[in-house]
């Protein structure tokens, strides 16, 4: 019998994660406590205050780690270390996901708070046990009650956010995962528009994310069955030595991938995306598309990197077909669409594509030539890209209205461009930077990932890839063409003016869009320097 | 003693749960399918903690049926207020998001 030792937890390195958590706690208990009248801005003030905080923590920490070890960051080596008993990794790549989820959490809880767009509630149900179309909804509208729920619920969907990439063991990556869906799931059902659209998109996407989160949990007890330890590096360990029991090894890697490309939506896993993405809260639209899939991603790296980098040869393959399909899928079905939001959803499959096409390069930096970058740096600069365009155009559609609300089909977007210039301006730089155009950071992330992939081999993948965006550039212009070149259907759209929330997350959208994409070097930078996944 | 027929028996109650969640068509009982995926895991990693004589299974399976209990508070709320909506608890008549 072994004598229990009190397990150390770096409280000092988790900082960042205890902080958000901790305010989703404290937001609860404010829920309870607090005057009903003063309960939007406590909420609001409380998570901004929140978030921005764990944003100076991830500052603090990363600083205080390249100090622990100037001499590894200079080549691009791992540095950090392993938290809470080797469940959680702090590392550079930790640390700068970390940063990526805390800013579009930050941006996206301002567009949570955004209450003048629709005279002064938030885009959540006033009360979302009321039935829609009742006596009870009208009288919920009438005294303009609101959930202030949604921003703890926000706050634990983010906390998970930070825990999934950092995960260093099967178990704590299934937890996080989790702890970032249920919280996403509720949210997803509590539109103040359309109620039966986002209840029935609340329905499928728990559904499926419940039947994608059984897949990654037996896929860990067989990765568990195999290897006997549920850590990473036990993992990678039984990989590079067992040779019996290849069979569970394998059944196990495409068990967890199907979990995970669920989260990053990739096809053929992508069925949920549509769906999801246009009955949701578009505040919460705009959030999810961005946090998720950065946080997945990461999640997706430090598994294949990290578990079973030595098994690159079993699971490379399957990834080829898989960002091959997303991309060609993801594009195709983008072109046959006439919403708005369900088209920036696939446009989404087809990024996810483009993603994973980085994944599929060279891991190490000592096998790379000077000046080159690795397949992880390519990555997490284009989740930094992608997230901030993403999230950047989806707040574009929350203000696009008529009379019912938000307007998301195409055919009410004609004549846009007459109508309110700059908005439409500034959709239109977000499509180019999603078709990847040169000067936007679209095309820098994408020339990372495809030139990854490249160096790795990949040529069919980036061939499609390429294909893939050459006919994306049609569907994106398609709708700029729409914008600016066709009358407006009858009184045509109205363009509602936001509060300076709103306001302030396009423009840092689209500032970091632009200057991504002129000035890239200081971004490339910080995630060279970030270094490698600690093992 | 040998442990195969427990993880036989796991992967069995696996597939059982996967082709329900597929096939079925009530909400409540597609759910009821994923809980039988999940505790069919918590089958197989109790048996590979005493195949491998280390307790990270067994940890691991207290771990999913609290997880599986948060999932059922949110999931049962969701499709509670689905059902108090449409007066229907399939998965089929929920049928607005499409192309």
Known sequence: MTEFVKPSLDYFQLLPLLVVFGVACVGVVAEA?????YRYVTQTSLTLVGLVAALACTVVVALDLSEDSDLAHADGRAHGLVAAVGTVAVDGPTLFLWGLILVLATLGAMLFGERRLDGGVSAFAG?????????????????????TEVYPLMLFAVSGMLLFPASNDLLTMFVALEILSLPLYLLCGLARRRRLLSQE?????????????????????????????MELAAISEAVAGATENRAMLLVGTGLLAVGLLFKVGAAPFQAWTPDVYQGAPTPLTAFMAAATKVAAFGALLRLLYVGLGNDRWSWAPMLWVVAILSMVVGTLLALTQNDVKRLLAYSSVAHTGFILTGVLGLQGADRIAEGEITSL?????????????????????????????????LSRWAGLGKEAPFVAAVFAFFLLAMAGIPLTSGFIGKWAVFSVALAAGAWPVVVAAVLASAVAVYLYVKVIVLMYFREPVGDGPSVATPSVLTAVAISVGAAATLVLGVVPGPLLDLVARAGEFIR | MSLTPYIVLSAILFTIGAVGVLTRRNALVVFMCVELMLNACNLALVTFAKQHGNLDGQVAAFFVMVVAAAEVVVGLAIIMTIFR????????DASLLKY
């Open chain 1, 127 to 147: 009360q979302a046990a009321a039935l829609p179309g009742t006596e009870g909804e009208r009288e919920a509208s009438t005294r303009g009650l609101e959930h």
């Open chain 2, 85 to 92: 909506t449409r007066r229907s608890a399939s998965v089929d």
């Open chain 1, 201 to 229: 998109a609340a329905m499928k996407y728990f559904l499926l994310g419940a039947f994608s989160s059984a897949f990654f949990l037996y896929g860990a007890a067989l990765l568990y069955g195999y290897a006997g330890s």
């Open chain 1, 33 to 37: 406590f607090v005057p009903r009248a």
């Open chain 1, 377 to 409: 740096q390519a990555v997490l600069f284009y989740l930094a890209t992608y997230g901030l365009m993403t999230l950047g155009a989806f707040a574009v559609v929350s203000l696009v209205r008529d009379a019912g609300g938000e307007t998301t089909h």
